[in-house]
């Protein structure tokens, strides 16, 4: 017995069952101690005996109970086996130190884990503990302890007083647990990627630690006690809300590694914390900024919304009819929204959650439906806003609209919970079944969205309602909610001189906008580097004195309310208001009536019309003229340049320039556009649709946006009121905005195109450009829930109502290897092409994915462009990829290479990487990118990757339930 069994054991006692697909432990393992082992009288353990057993990655269920056999085994490692319960059996080995049962799907420790007395090393990430039990803390001798991507969210017992390194990262987390405190010899803490919000004040009691993680959670600040840890060598902060760091950070004399990065910093500024040894800098800096700091007004950005002739410019005229009111130290930068659809596209650039909102109600009429839905435009737009509802009418309960907003709040509440029984549902499907699932969006992308937007409505749960009779209750009010630095955390009494010099000299320019290099020269003159004019901006945008969008950087407005005359002179309401005799009285009524026809049948305003509109309003202002006002809406997709044929009096053409402005757009199809997109005669022509169900939102302006972004996309167009019909590549394209598609009221913005079976490529060479466009419009919304999906070509060719829809997240996977596909809706044997339901081009090789990794840990910046050129890229792709992926070289290499891989128009192969490589002179890569493109690259790294994934998605939605229940 002896012999057969010596292939389990190594020459040093260790024991490697890894990966055998074992459903249960050998009996031969066991049966070799019985035959062998000897007494000697001593604690020595005998020559055979074993010492580590490793059995990860297996199919254990249970371990049997004659593991006590084992007794000098000081090492145990059972992790990625399907325990589900924590194997009993191991308390009977006296000597055990080290057990690792990661990613064991453990949802407890039992109390009996008090036995293991000698145990030193305990590792149980990747399971579902929430809690440990109270016996964990007599574990004396552990010292090093690793509970990492859990779902425990509290402490509710001590820790082992011993523990050296103790690291609980990816857990759920809102509070730092303070029984951490206790433990005086603790050296290392890693709480990274919770949702801490604030740190102990008392946090400077573990004089031993010498590492903290504390990156990706949501700090807001920090004690000064931190500093009072003076053996820190690392310390990591990165990626939360930190706007200040308190003064002393001097005392941290021993720190080695620092970040802050990802924060909103005001102080020190973010980039003087990205330099090299920042400590000594960031020290000088604070010290400078004793003397340089200077009391300063709160300045807050109070948005009037509401309903038509809901008294908002009655109250505007109330606070002063200015936008910048003085209300003690309380600067209000009041902006008086328009409820007309045409305003919908500004209203999605200027409201953020940093800013407060006055929803004027005036009757009973407006609740509850217009209160939810300014309520839900605010909240999709946003994160978190702080609404405030001013009844501007006598005779209207305040019950009764208090009522109606708890409703709301409640109904979306649920609709929450409705979106994560979803995912849980699709999750819980098989995964050869996913792609039938009304589960409409990507999974990870569906988690972060319906995260942000339940606290967008916990916020809003705090709504107060207001009934004003006079001018002193309001301002009182208004006063009082700006002192609630939960909500509005870019209030400050005080900031640095040089950004007060630089709002100054801003506020005195008074020019309508000016462009960076101009910002820059009014930086310096402060002695504000440009490395720290981003901070400054921020702060000042923030604060309310100017207009900073992230739309259009290089632009600044100094002067916000000229900005906003300009556009509210535009988007008036209706062509009749616009083009009015008022505003034209040297137009004859003729001309005028056919430039409002233009303007309700495609959106055209001629050029001529617009500067006398314009003109007027810059004419103080040297130059600027209509072309460079234009240009700058242009830059935020608010109108677009358009050159048409019009016909002269002589029966000739002029080509005439005219600016599209799609929100005035009323128009129904003609027979000509009925023409463009008939319905399928032919048996093989399918249509291809990819769309977004717009959760919280009405998408008018979001669709008018659109309008303008894909300009570019399409080589003819013609717009309609709620339709965009157009060529691309010869192929008929459609955009369409469908307003209350389904039961729930939401809203659906469609783009779709028609085509045979053998035109797929080019039907998806269409519309992904713009369906790309459409997911980044959407991703600008902070708070706007909605679903990306595939429609059941099937479906629309049987005349179905309502399609299928297919999970969106479709469109970035891999084809199955069958390419027809049932219709879950329709007859077992109605069946369509897969190339209507994936892209063509995404397939990637897991031998091409390697020799991707291998190029990218060996390409040089100098080479990278090159490469990408013998690959056949052209220059716009590199600049894209290097524009949206600058700050990370690894993954701009890598994501240069997938879109190569994913190009239409090139035959992405393994032979070809190699030529290329070779081609530029890298013969030392090529070499080794040959020796792995012949040996196959095995499936287990690609199913680790997709077990991580599902992990790491389903704390995700547990964190959303534990939200969504509190």
């Not at 990625?80 to 057990?99: D, M, Q, V």
């Not at 027809?820 to 892209?839: E, R």
């Not at 012949?934 to 964190?959: G, V």
Request: glycine share 4%; net charge neutral; charged share 20%.
């Amino acid at each position: 017995m002896v012999t057969s069994c010596s292939k389990f054991v190594s020459s040093a006692g260790h024991v490697n069952l890894d990966g055998k697909l074992l459903s249960s432990l050998p009996s031969e393992l066991f049966n070799i101690i019985e035959e062998d082992e000897t007494d000697n009288g001593t604690n020595e353990p005998p020559a055979n005996a074993i010492l580590v057993l490793s059995a990860q990655r297996n199919k254990l269920q249970s371990i049997s109970n004659q593991l006590s056999v084992l007794k000098f085994v000081t090492v145990v490692n059972f992790s990625h086996n399907p325990l589900r319960i924590f194997p009993e059996s191991l308390i009977y080995l006296p000597c055990l130190s080290n057990l690792k049962l990661l990613e064991c799907s453990l949802s407890f420790l039992p109390p009996s884990i008090a036995c293991f007395s000698h145990l030193s090393s305990f590792s149980v990430d990747l399971n579902f503990l929430t809690d440990f039990p109270k016996e964990f803390s007599r574990l004396k001798s552990l010292e090093y302890f690793s509970c990492g991507s859990n779902r425990i969210s509290k402490l509710s017992s001590r820790l082992p007083p011993n523990l050296v390194q103790c690291y609980l990262d990816g857990n759920l987390f809102r509070s730092f647990p303070k029984t951490i405190l206790d433990l005086e010899n603790l050296e290392e803490l890693v709480l990274s990627f919770n949702r801490i919000t604030e740190l102990p004040r008392f946090v400077g009691k573990l004089k031993s630690l010498r590492k903290l993680l504390l990156d990706n959670n949501r700090i807001q600040n920090i004690p000064v006690s931190i500093y009072d840890l003076t053996s820190l060598t690392i310390l990591s902060l990165m990626n939360n809300n930190i706007s200040v760091l308190p003064f002393g950070i001097q005392k941290l004399e021993s720190i080695e590694s620092i970040s802050f990065d990802n924060n909103p910093l005001v102080q020190p500024p973010l980039e003087l914390c990205s330099v090299e040894d920042p400590i000594d800098r960031i020290g000088i800096y604070q010290q400078q900024l004793l003397k340089t700091y200077e009391p300063t007004e709160r300045h807050v950005r109070l948005f009037i919304v509401g309903s038509s002739h809901s008294g908002k410019k009655a109250v505007y005229k109330l606070l002063g009819n200015k936008p910048g009111v003085l209300l003690e130290n309380l600067v209000l930068r009041v902006v008086c929204c328009s409820s007309k659809i045409q305003a919908a596209p500004l209203h999605h650039l200027m409201w953020s959650s940093n800013n407060m909102y006055l929803l004027c109600v005036n009757s009973e009429d407006d609740f509850p439906k217009k209160v939810g839905l300014w309520l839900d435009l605010i909240n999709s737009s946003t994160q978190g806003a702080l609404v405030k509802i001013l009844i501007t009418a006598k005779g209207v309960s305040n019950k009764k609209l208090m009522a109606a907003c708890e409703h709301w709040r409640q109904c979306r509440i649920r609709f929450l919970k409705g979106k994560i029984d979803e995912i849980v549902d699709y999750i819980s499907c098989p995964s050869e079944k996913r792609r039938f699932h009304e589960s409409l969006s990507g999974l990870t992308l569906e988690v972060v969205v319906v995260l942000k937007a339940k606290y967008e409505y916990q916020l809003n749960g705090v709504l107060t309602i207001e009934s004003v009779g006079n001018l002193k209750e309001l301002k009182e009010s208004l006063i009082n909610t700006s002192r609630r630095v939960e909500f509005l955390t870019h209030c400050v009494d005080e900031a640095p001189v040089t950004w007060c010099n630089l709002q100054r000299l801003l506020l005195a320019d008074r020019r309508p906008w000016l462009h960076w290099d101009e910002v820059c020269e009014l930086g310096l003159s402060t002695g504000l580097a440009e490395k720290d004019l981003s901070s400054a901006l921020t702060y000042l945008h923030l604060a309310g004195p100017i207009f900073w969008f992230k739309q259009a950087p290089e632009i600044i407005f100094p002067s916000p309310d000229l900005f906003l005359k300009i556009c509210k002179k535009l988007m008036c309401g209706t062509s009749n208001v616009l083009l009015s005799v008022e505003n034209f009285p040297d137009i004859s009524p003729f001309e005028l009536e056919t430039a409002r026809k233009l303007l309700d049948d495609e959106g055209l305003l001629d050029a001529s019309l617009a500067s006398v509109l314009i003109n007027p309003l810059v004419a103080s202002y040297p130059g600027y003229s209509l072309n460079s006002v234009m240009g700058v809406l242009r830059r935020l997709s608010l109108c677009r340049l358009v050159e048409k044929e019009i016909s002269d009096p002589t029966g000739g053409y002029n080509v005439r320039r005219f600016y599209r402005l799609p929100s005035y757009i009323n128009c129904t199809p003609t027979e000509f556009d009925t023409q463009m997109w008939q319905p399928m005669l032919l048996y093989d022509e399918y249509q291809l649709e990819v769309g977004a169900r717009l959760c919280n939102h009405d998408g008018r302006g979001l669709f008018d946006r659109l309008s303008i972004i894909l300009h570019r996309h399409l080589n003819y167009r013609r717009d309609l009121a709620n339709i965009i019909l157009g060529e691309r590549n010869a192929v008929k394209v459609r955009i369409e905005i469908c307003p209350n598609r389904d039961e729930d009221g939401s809203t659906h913005i469609v783009i779709a195109t028609r085509g045979g079976l053998s035109d797929s490529d080019n039907l998806w060479m269409a519309i992904l450009p713009m369906f790309t466009r459409l997911i980044c419009l959407l991703d600008e919304q902070e708070g706007l829930i909605y679903d990306l999906y595939i429609s059941c070509a099937h479906c629309i060719k049987r005349g179905s109502v309502r399609p299928h829809r297919f999970h969106g997240g479709l469109v970035l996977q891999t084809a199955p290897v069958d390419s027809l596909h049932k219709c879950p809706l329709m007859k077992p044997s109605d069946t369509f092409h897969s190339n209507f339901l994936y892209p063509p081009g995404k397939e990637l090789d897991p031998r091409l994915d390697t020799l991707f990794h291998c190029v990218v840990n060996s390409l040089t910046r100098r080479h990278w462009r090159v490469l990408g050129h013998a690959l056949g890229l052209s220059d716009s792709i590199l600049d894209g990829v290097r524009s949206e992926f600058g700050a990370d070289f690894e993954e701009q290499k890598y994501k240069m290479l997938l879109r190569w891989s994913r190009a239409l128009h090139i035959k992405a192969t393994g032979e070809a990487l190699i030529a290329a490589v070779s081609k530029i002179g890298l013969d030392d890569l090529a070499s080794e990118l040959n020796k792995h493109f012949i040996t196959y690259c095995t499936t287990s790294s690609l199913m680790m990757t997709n077990s991580e994934t599902f992990s790491s998605d389903m704390t995700n939605l547990s964190d959303a339930y534990s939200d969504l229940t509190e």
